[in-house]
């Protein structure tokens, strides 16, 4: 089993940034694929980014490359997602996610283990 916890959600304006941290504990972190996905209301869930085990490896979704990005650090079990350029579509919860077997898939049902999820509010 890995336990996700994300934090760092919040209301933001317009343009402004924000940095979302998913702490893991549990079974060993750097053996997963780690990833982001965001749900807004009314919605399905789609995947943000994600980076492999070793952070070698990011992918991104059209919407939010070049202006999100993601990382992780291995020896505090946790991995970041920095949002720059926030715009009204980014509002939705967040939430982190993680696999043993790609971290570039699109689709949620392919990650085994998630978070909670944090509210990300952008006020125009």
């Known amino acids: 089993q890995v336990q996700l916890v994300e934090s760092g959600g919040g209301l933001v304006q317009a343009g402004g940034s924000l940095s979302l941290s998913c702490a893991a504990s549990?079974?060993?972190?750097?053996?997963?694929?780690m990833g982001w996905f965001r749900q807004a209301p009314g919605k399905e869930r789609e995947f943000v980014a994600g980076?492999?085990?070793?952070?070698?490896?990011?992918y991104y979704a059209v919407s939010v490359k070049g202006r999100f990005t993601i990382s992780r650090d291995n020896a505090k079990k946790t991995q970041y997602l920095q949002m720059n350029s926030l715009n009204s579509e980014d509002t939705a919860v967040y939430y982190c996610?993680?696999?043993?077997?790609?971290?570039?898939?699109?689709?949620?049902?392919?990650?085994?283990?998630w978070g909670q999820g944090t509210q990300v509010t952008v006020s125009s």
């Open positions: 980076i492999s085990w070793s952070g070698e490896i990011t």
């Open positions: 996610a993680a696999s043993s077997v790609y971290a570039g898939s699109r689709s949620p049902g392919s990650w085994t283990y």
């Open positions: 549990g079974r060993t972190f750097s053996n997963y694929g």
